[in-house]
């Protein structure tokens, strides 16, 4: 939607713009707010034209994925889909995706009750009727979310470059509070685009995993906004449409995390950061070059 914004100089002018997509609810300073999040990826609505979203985003307990693979799973056989969700306590703990700054403070994560997210996007979640804070256009669909691409408040994950059967990383930009810490990152990627996070893949030489980073440990800084690029890791031979999932946490995600998300931690929840979900695409790889994945795999697996 655009709106038509008059203003007058020396004589009135009518421009047509772009109104902000998102906007952070609880305004800044996010260091001193207790928080919850959770996700945004498409449950109980779907995520690509006739294909149903099961990923674990609402509180609710969802549909069951399915699990199909070519070399061992490394998450557990799925069942109904749980949610994720972390908790933060406020200063000095906080921390999560984004680096957005005004005279109050920093900011760039909502405080929710349940995951944004729906199609066609009507402002209003499918989970627990909550609103949402913006539209993100995309496979020809308009979703519900938390946050969109380059939202200017929300947003800390950078849109990646997704190549078929080629290895890609992910950046993402990250506001610490307090003192320096470890934290686990975790992303996964559809790669066969049946709604959930629980498969393998082939690509020559090698598999290709919609858990695709597991666990890696990366040390914040003191107070700050920091860039990080994720671990290497392969995407499948499928062009096309795809969901991201992309968390940060004190805690290392439990095995069923691609499908159950937190709830078989203590609580059902993790501490500290944020998960964000958006659509993404992944382009078909052009070129004779032969693939290095099988000498690099050994690294990252």
């Known amino acids: ?127 627990g009727g909550i609103p949402t804070d913006c539209i993100e256009a995309a496979f020809g669909m308009t979703f519900d979310q938390d946050e969109c691409f380059g939202d200017g408040s929300d947003a800390g994950v950078r849109r990646p470059t997704l190549i078929a059967c080629r290895p890609s990383a992910v950046t993402m930009d990250v506001f610490n509070c307090g003192q320096p810490r470890q934290v686990f990152l975790n992303i996964c990627l559809d790669l066969n685009r049946d709604g959930d996070w629980n498969d393998n893949v082939a690509c020559p030489g090698a598999c290709a995993y919609e858990w695709a980073v597991v666990n890696a440990p990366f040390t914040l800084p003191a107070a700050g906004c920091l860039t990080l690029t994720s671990p290497l890791f392969l995407v499948g031979p499928q062009a096309g449409p795809s969901w991201m999932r992309v968390s940060i946490s004190d805690d290392p995600m439990p095995v069923d995390y691609p499908w159950n998300g937190t709830v078989s931690l203590p609580g059902s929840a993790t501490h500290g950061g944020e998960t964000e979900d958006y659509p993404v695409f992944i382009d078909e790889h052009i070129g004779t070059a032969p693939s290095t994945w099988g000498n690099m795999k050994t690294l990252y697996r």
């Open 1 to 127: 939607m655009r709106l038509l914004v008059c203003v007058v100089l020396a004589a009135t002018t009518c421009l047509l713009v772009q109104p902000a997509v998102a906007t952070d609810v609880d305004g800044p300073n996010d260091c001193v707010h207790q928080l919850h999040d959770f996700g945004d990826a498409p449950e109980f609505v779907p995520a690509y034209p006739a294909v149903p979203g099961r990923f674990p985003t609402c509180i609710a307990p969802g549909p069951v994925g399915t699990q199909t693979f070519v070399c061992p799973p490394i998450s557990t056989p799925p069942g109904p889909t749980g949610y994720v969700h972390h908790i933060q306590f406020g200063m000095p703990s906080n921390y999560w995706l984004g680096c957005y700054f005004n005279a109050i403070g920093p900011y760039g994560i909502d405080n929710e009750i349940d995951g944004k997210t729906n199609t066609p996007a009507v402002g209003i979640s499918a989970c």
